[in-house]
């Protein structure tokens, strides 16, 4: 029988709802807000790039910053900076004074503290619950992310913009803050970078150098992160445009564009419920090839029909895929990697993962010019390609994480690869 998560993880998770409310009402507002500006498919896919750039330039200070601090103080700082990003949002409309570039800096703002936020959380994690728990606390993670966002957050968000502009962006800013603020109740043990035995707390935290040579020197890691920063980055090029597609392609009003993601939705939340369940019958690297395969094949259907219910089903079959994919691979990264060095860890894997995903993002929004269901064929096809190119490396992830399981990823990094090395 599966043991229970804990309180200190219900802390987290409570806070992180909050939290995806908030992007959840402002990922949906504001592109609709970007369209009462511009209708060119270049500038609103920039949006989505500029969503990502912060990983780009801040991830990696802001992995640094949490092996160094409080992880719930800087929460609960980060989701400040983004209330009082909110609040100016919400001047500028109520003052006619929004044009898209200010929206542009504003999405930016957004994301420098979604680079703390959710990179803190992620590493939070596996100081609350035991190892063979990771797969059920990511799932969990993820499934609150998926029904907070798309079933309640995406279609309020859509209804709201019609009823008044300032409405979802006002909301967007209260959740940012109740998250932030929910952050400090996460117990304080856990929030630090030596969290997990008094071994740890005793050695000298690894520098920089010895994060970059065990991830560069990692047999399994290093691939991996080269194979999802470049799927990550095919998938942003066809889903730039995605609002546009919905308007324009399939003729939704704006009001309808919450619900219709909400639909989508079905498929990433049954696939987050079901990851843990799939990764414990049929093993880590099965269920990683089949659902990266998937989300491939999906997203490349939705460039193929312009039938409204077929392009959704499409969409809904590669959210599947993908969140099916979040949870295994998520949790290997937190068992692999020492917890004292898995903020920056993850901020280096976050920025080479989504760094390619702005310019992949604004080249989407040039080829949707040309037809709008044209990057999604082109993304989707790139995914399958390099799954299939893959296919050893992803099947290989069993063995890599029964390792971990076992203890072997206990060991400091300086342990496993020496000063000046790289295997």
Same mark, same amino acid.
């Given at each position: 029988?599966?043991?229970?998560?804990?309180?200190?993880?219900?802390?987290?998770?409570?806070?992180?709802?909050?939290?995806?409310?908030? @992007?959840?009402?402002?990922?949906?507002?504001?592109?609709?807000?970007?369209?009462?500006?511009?209708?060119?498919?270049?500038?609103?896919?920039?949006?989505?790039?500029?969503?990502?750039?912060?990983?780009?330039?801040?991830?990696?200070?802001?992995?640094?910053?949490?092996?160094?601090? @409080?992880?719930? *103080?800087?929460?609960?700082?980060?989701?400040?900076?983004?209330?009082?990003?909110?609040?100016?949002?919400?001047?500028?409309?109520? =003052?006619? $004074?929004?044009?898209?570039?200010?929206?542009?800096?504003?999405?930016?703002?957004?994301?420098?503290?979604?680079?703390?936020?959710?990179?803190?959380?992620?590493?939070?994690?596996?100081?609350?619950?035991?190892?063979? +728990?990771?797969?059920?606390?990511?799932?969990?993670?993820?499934?609150?992310?998926?029904?907070?966002?798309?079933?309640?957050?995406?279609?309020?968000?859509?209804?709201?913009?019609?009823?008044?502009?300032?409405?979802? &962006?006002?909301?967007?800013?209260?959740?940012?803050?109740?998250?932030?603020? %929910?952050?400090?109740?996460?117990?304080?043990?856990?929030?630090?970078?030596?969290?997990?035995?008094?071994?740890?707390?005793?050695?000298?935290?690894?520098?920089?150098?010895?994060?970059?040579?065990?991830?560069?020197?990692?047999?399994?890691?290093?691939?991996?992160?080269?194979?999802?920063?470049?799927?990550?980055?095919?998938?942003?090029?066809?889903?730039?445009?995605?609002?546009?597609?919905?308007?324009?392609?399939?003729?939704?009003?704006?009001?309808?564009?919450?619900?219709?993601?909400?639909? *989508?939705?079905?498929?990433?939340?049954?696939?987050?419920?079901?990851?843990?369940?799939?990764?414990?019958?049929? =093993?880590?690297?099965?269920?990683?090839?089949?659902?990266?395969?998937?989300?491939? &094949? =999906?997203?490349?259907? &939705?460039?193929?029909?312009?039938?409204?219910?077929?392009?959704?089903?499409?969409? $809904?079959?590669?959210?599947? =895929?993908?969140?099916?994919?979040?949870?295994?691979?998520?949790?290997?990264? +937190?068992?692999? &990697?020492?917890?004292?060095?898995?903020?920056?860890?993850?901020?280096?894997?976050?920025?080479?993962?989504?760094?390619?995903?702005?310019?992949?993002?604004?080249?989407?929004?040039?080829?949707?010019?040309?037809?709008?269901?044209?990057?999604? %064929?082109?993304?989707?096809?790139?995914?399958?390609?390099?799954?299939?190119?893959?296919?050893?490396?992803?099947?290989?992830?069993?063995?890599?994480?029964?390792?971990?399981?076992?203890?072997?990823?206990?060991?400091?990094?300086?342990?496993?690869?020496?000063?000046?090395?790289?295997?």
């Amino acid at each position: 029988m599966s043991t229970r998560l804990g309180a200190g993880f219900g802390r987290l998770w409570t806070s992180a709802i909050a939290s995806n409310f908030a @992007d959840g009402i402002g990922r949906t507002a504001v592109p609709l807000i970007a369209t009462t500006l511009t209708r060119d498919p270049a500038l609103i896919a920039g949006l989505t790039a500029v969503t990502f750039l912060p990983w780009l330039l801040f991830g990696i200070p802001a992995g640094m910053l949490l092996d160094r601090v @409080d992880r719930r *103080i800087a929460m609960a700082v980060a989701n400040s900076l983004r209330f009082a990003v909110a609040a100016l949002l919400a001047l500028l409309i109520a =003052g006619g $004074a929004l044009t898209i570039w200010w929206l542009y800096a504003c999405v930016l703002l957004f994301g420098l503290g979604e680079t703390v936020f959710d990179n803190a959380t992620t590493t939070v994690v596996p100081s609350l619950v035991t190892r063979d +728990q990771l797969d059920r606390a990511n799932g969990r993670m993820q499934s609150a992310e998926i029904v907070i966002q798309n079933f309640i957050a995406t279609p309020v968000a859509g209804f709201l913009f019609a009823a008044a502009l300032l409405l979802p &962006v006002w909301l967007t800013g209260a959740g940012f803050l109740i998250a932030g603020l %929910l952050a400090l109740t996460i117990p304080a043990a856990a929030a630090r970078a030596h969290a997990i035995g008094s071994e740890a707390q005793t050695r000298p935290r690894p520098g920089m150098g010895a994060v970059v040579r065990f991830l560069a020197g990692h047999p399994f890691l290093r691939p991996m992160i080269i194979l999802t920063s470049i799927t990550a980055s095919a998938l942003a090029f066809a889903q730039g445009s995605v609002v546009l597609l919905l308007i324009q392609t399939y003729g939704l009003p704006t009001a309808l564009v919450g619900v219709v993601t909400a639909v *989508i939705g079905v498929g990433a939340l049954a696939g987050a419920l079901l990851s843990s369940r799939f990764v414990a019958r049929f =093993g880590r690297g099965r269920v990683m090839f089949v659902s990266i395969l998937l989300s491939g &094949v =999906g997203i490349g259907c &939705v460039g193929l029909t312009g039938n409204v219910v077929l392009g959704i089903l499409a969409y $809904a079959i590669g959210a599947f =895929g993908v969140a099916v994919w979040n949870v295994p691979w998520g949790a290997l990264r +937190q068992a692999i &990697v020492p917890n004292a060095m898995l903020g920056r860890a993850m901020g280096i894997v976050r920025s080479i993962g989504w760094g390619l995903t702005p310019i992949a993002t604004i080249l989407g929004g040039f080829v949707a010019r040309i037809d709008l269901k044209l990057p999604f %064929l082109i993304g989707g096809g790139i995914v399958v390609v390099l799954t299939l190119i893959a296919t050893r490396l992803l099947l290989s992830a069993d063995s890599y994480g029964q390792a971990a399981d076992s203890g072997v990823r206990s060991a400091e990094p300086t342990d496993i690869i020496p000063e000046g090395t790289v295997k």
